[in-house]
């Protein structure tokens, strides 16, 4: 039986945790090798892939280009600091699309 991975891109201070639960992690600050880890990490079979959200909002195009794939499912996470409310925001556009409506902040879509 094959098993997909899962990997967390992002500043160290923020993804070391999840190497205690079994995760791959990635530290990185710089956009370029975000990018490059994106890419690589869809190549090898990760079917899920969480990128702090400060990486992430400059990551558009990569993130993109899997957005319609079934894998890798790429999440977007708050680092150590907080959040930027990026995260919760591809949530409610996701549900907002599948059903026409936004069910989780009671708006109209």
């Known amino acids: 039986m094959y098993m997909y991975k899962i990997g967390v891109i992002g500043d160290k201070d923020s993804i070391l945790g999840f190497k205690a639960l079994g995760i791959s992690v990635f530290?990185?600050?710089?956009?370029?090798?975000?990018?490059?880890?994106?890419?690589?990490?869809?190549?090898?079979?990760?079917?899920?892939?969480?990128?702090?959200?400060?990486?992430?909002?400059?990551?558009?195009?990569?993130i993109g280009e899997y957005k319609n794939s079934l894998t890798p499912a790429i999440i977007m996470i708050p680092n150590n600091r907080g959040t930027l409310g990026l995260g919760i925001d591809g949530v409610k556009k996701s549900v907002e699309k599948a059903i026409g409506s936004d069910i989780l902040f009671g708006k109209e879509g």
């Open 27 to 62: 530290p990185t600050n710089d956009i370029r090798e975000a990018n490059r880890l994106i890419h690589k990490l869809a190549r090898e079979n990760y079917a899920v892939i969480f990128v702090t959200e400060q990486l992430a909002k400059d990551l558009d195009e990569a």
